[in-house]
């Protein structure tokens, strides 16, 4: 009898021991699980200039890229650029040939760089000029940021999918 007690107590600390760090595993996994799929997203815009070239780079949410992309290709003229969600151009010449950047973008994050003495002023302007309507079309607030800013300040919980339409649950 003492001995059934003896391998239980052990059976259960073996359990333990593996239960224990599976549990905390499972936690910090779904915390950050939860983290990203109820984050909207933190919003970083460089705008950056020396004597030999101007850089814009922008972290945003990854709602955002599709206005953002839309922008850039009216404003600076990236039309034959259909997708833009995984690029990396070193030389991209725009098809008027008005412009030379480099560019980098996927879904939420864009960086593009400008040579000042591979480009013309007009050039220059144009894109400096389309980083403050980046800023703007990066920072102003979507339906899902809205709707979530107003739930959060009416103190409920809630839980919501964004899957291009938001579904609450209460």
Do not use: C
Not at 6 to 30: C, D, E, M, Q
Not at 86 to 113: C, H, N, R, W
């Amino acid at each position: 009898m003492k001995t059934e007690e003896t391998v239980n107590k052990r059976s259960r600390k073996a359990w333990l021991i593996l239960f224990i760090p599976l549990a905390f595993i499972s936690i910090a996994t779904t915390a950050i699980s939860f983290r990203e799929f109820f984050s909207m997203g933190d919003i970083e815009i460089s705008v950056s200039e020396d004597d030999h070239e101007l850089e814009i780079t922008a972290q945003f949410p990854k709602e955002k890229t599709k206005a953002l992309h839309d922008y850039l290709r009216s404003q600076i003229n990236l039309s034959d650029l259909t997708d833009l969600n995984a690029v990396v151009i070193k030389k991209y010449q725009t098809p008027d040939d008005e412009m030379t950047i480099y560019l980098k973008s996927k879904p939420g994050f864009i960086k593009i760089i400008l040579d000042k003495h591979k480009n013309s002023r007009e050039a220059y302007l144009k894109l400096k000029n389309a980083s403050e309507g980046i800023k703007q079309v990066i920072a102003s607030p979507t339906l899902t940021t809205m709707l979530w800013d107003q739930l959060k300040s009416n103190g409920k919980v809630y839980a919501y999918i964004n899957l291009h339409e938001l579904l609450l649950v209460q």
